[in-house]
């Protein structure tokens, strides 16, 4: 490389438009998302994309109603010689 060639280099700024960088050649650049390259991705990782978007999109009551209570989790709970229940958990 000519030193015109590199001076030249240090006054552009490098980004995904200048073909002489990579994606990833920057630190601050994040590595392109899988499947944005022509490559193929894993059905699982569709998938949890897919229902990362649903889950994204319900309410929090509706989220709720899919999980478990705190009494489905908890069988038996005794703090400082009391016996706990639900009311005491969050």
Not at 18 to 37: I, V
Request: glycine residues 6%.
């Amino acid at each position: 490389m000519t030193t015109q060639q590199q001076q030249e280099q240090q006054q552009q700024p490098p980004n995904s438009n200048n073909p002489q960088h990579e994606p990833g050649d920057r630190p601050d650049m994040p590595p392109p998302l899988p499947g944005t390259d022509g490559r193929p991705v894993r059905a699982s990782y569709q998938l949890q994309l897919k229902v990362q978007a649903l889950l994204t999109a319900m309410t929090d009551e509706e989220k709720s109603a899919l999980g478990h209570s705190v009494t489905d989790l908890i069988a038996d709970c005794e703090f400082a010689g009391t016996t706990c229940t639900s009311e005491y958990v969050n």
